[in-house]
């Protein structure tokens, strides 16, 4: 006695697949002060600019593919993907990982290869320049700030331009220190320092994604809390070979094996019972999709495997 209940996401219903336009604006911001940062490192010799403008480079690199892929996984899904290309999401979110990973590593390679042997910067076209970067990326935050909540890909976004905006707060503070007191190294420090703080957030990013891409349980999911919902519907005396995880942000689902009372299965029907887990489920735990099979009891002993 098999019997399937769900309720799938639309194609375009993705998280970050509504903050599109918004990716969009910051990438052309990004871009731009890609640019800025570039000039300003070539006219100031600061290498600290340069890890920047490299940083803000990348940036723009992982909201391209961001985008990219948000725009992939609003395609409908089909017989041979039937949950369309949303996890394309993720996948680009653990690019902006690997990315930002290895330019971490290069600036900070770089960053100590100037400490050793410092040289002359213009200071003066190196704060104006991170001035811009800094005004263009706080900009940036404030577009992305409510969608980094509720997609994974647009909070890999916004921890690119959050570190970039970290970067320029460290240029524009060596710039000062050069200004005044010519300490030339603070530019190497600085661009250290952006190195130091990009590594730990693709970290974060890139752990996030292979929770998604090992299907571990959905943040803010307990299934034992699952179980014992599902087990207060009426009609329903176990649960098992209960399973939940996330196809792409803002997409989780479920699926179990519940067992029923034969009397109450007679008397109610299958799609009472089945349409009191969905909407337990629905109502407390923000799963939308969601499998069930229904059984009578003593059905488990001939299952092949179970899982508790």
Request: charged share 15%; hydrophobic share 55%.
């Amino acid at each position: 006695m098999g019997f399937g209940h769900g309720h799938g996401a639309p194609a375009s219903g993705t998280a970050a697949y509504a903050y599109r336009r918004r990716m969009a604006v910051v990438l052309g911001i990004i871009v731009s002060i890609t640019l800025v940062q570039a000039v300003g490192a070539w006219l100031s010799g600061s290498m600290a600019l340069l890890a920047d403008a490299a940083h803000s480079l990348t940036d723009g690199t992982g909201v391209a593919v961001a985008l990219l892929a948000t725009l992939i996984a609003a395609r409908p899904a089909n017989a041979k993907r039937t949950f369309g290309l949303q996890r394309v999401e993720i996948l680009a979110a653990m690019t902006n990982a690997l990315i930002v990973g290895v330019v971490a590593v290069l600036v900070m390679i770089g960053g100590v290869r100037r400490l050793l042997e410092p040289s002359e910067i213009d200071s003066g076209f190196m704060l104006a320049a991170a001035v811009v970067g800094l005004a263009g990326n706080l900009v940036s935050l404030l577009i992305l700030r409510r969608g980094q909540k509720e997609s994974l890909n647009v909070r890999g976004a916004y921890l690119e331009v959050l570190g970039d905006m970290l970067g320029s707060v460290a240029v524009v503070a060596a710039a000062l220190v050069i200004i005044a007191t010519g300490f030339l190294r603070a530019d190497a420090i600085a661009s250290i320092l952006i190195g130091v703080m990009i590594l730990p957030r693709a970290w974060l990013l890139l752990r996030d994604v292979l929770n998604v891409l090992l299907e571990a349980t959905p943040k803010g999911v307990d299934l034992d809390e699952v179980r014992q919902h599902m087990l207060d519907v009426p009609g329903i005396v176990d649960v098992h070979d209960l399973h939940a995880w996330t196809i792409t942000s803002g997409v989780p689902v479920l699926s179990a094996h519940v067992v029923v009372d034969e009397l109450q299965l007679a008397e109610c029907g299958s799609e009472s019972i089945l349409d009191g887990l969905h909407d337990c489920l629905a109502g407390h735990f923000d799963i939308e999709h969601s499998t069930f099979q229904i059984e009578p009891r003593g059905h488990a002993d001939h299952e092949y495997a179970q899982h508790e």
